[in-house]
DNA sequence: TAAAACCCTGGAGTGCGCTCCAGGCAAGCG
DNA sequence: CGCTTGCCTGGAGCGCACTCCAGGGTTTTA
């Protein structure tokens, strides 16, 4: 009924999801409202991201709707995870493209995964360094202010 | 021959308030071209910066130019730290704010920062999970050796 | 003392990643 | 049959975090 929309809530397990396999098994299509609830963007990006060139060809109905199939939504979940790594858009439609143009992008792919894992890395080292800060931070705070965290309830 | 960048990562030992660290010592007092290549941070971005309301207000001099002090470069250091948490610069000029009305938003500001910690380590969680998947699509790619795409597109 | 280098302001402009709008098919139902 | 729901398109709009500009003072160097 009200699978619109592009709110947030759905399975708020954890963040990172350790995923295997949470796909309505058997099947291989989706509408786009369903790729809407299972991946969190809304069917704006989802057009846009193909717009712009960052999905493989989705197939359609023979009215013209988008069909999703299993192989879309594992490179919706590798879009997600670059995503988050903070690459750029036109990055990742960098590497879709490559992908595209077949093996003889082979080496550039790799190399591109390459730079994006030393990113990934550099970027987990500088959010320690803040939460560093951070925690020292908040224990100044904790220790300076005695007239709080002694709320017994909450 | 600029010490710009932030790729310190655990410097300073020390936990609270007084933290004179790698500075052009004996001098408290900076133009803002200084500042830049303290901060790496451009000339327009300090005055944006002032602008909004990020920056407690800084010294000028008799003729209205800034006059940076070490207080102010101990707080861009905070400030570029949070940044690059991705907090938006609008939390921050929150929290400025709230440092400049004083005491009573003590509770305030602890609250903000652990909030802001558990987005950090929360934020690191999905880094770790995204280096996962990078690291298994690496190997892929190093073991093939060979074309083939099973970039879930073909 | 003149040129060069540096700094000031308010406001306009930029790039990114969406987000929304208007207008319009197609299918299911009551 | 009309109504509602869901999807389609191209293009305009938005919020954020800067970034740049015009026009004009000041400070330093030669």
């Not at 988050?84 to 595209?100: N, Q």
């Amino acid at each position: 009924m009200t699978v619109m929309e592009t709110t947030e809530p759905g399975t708020d397990t954890c963040a990172g999801p350790p995923r295997a396999t949470r796909r309505p098994d058997g099947r291989d299509q989706y509408t786009i409202s369903e790729v809407v609830a299972f991946t969190g963007l809304s069917a704006h990006t989802l057009r846009w991201y193909e717009r712009i060139g960052l999905m493989p060809h989705v197939d359609r109905s023979h009215t013209g709707q988008r069909r999703y199939r299993n192989r879309d939504l594992d490179w919706l979940d590798l879009v997600g995870k670059l995503r988050l790594t903070g690459m750029p858009v036109a990055d990742m439609v960098r590497y879709a493209e490559m992908v595209r143009e077949g093996d003889h992008t082979y080496t550039d792919r790799f190399e591109l995964l390459e730079a994006t894992r030393r990113d990934v890395r550099a970027r987990i080292a500088e959010l320690q360094g803040t939460l560093a800060v951070l925690d020292r931070k908040i224990n100044f705070y904790a220790d300076a202010g005695r007239p709080l965290a002694s709320e017994g309830s909450r």
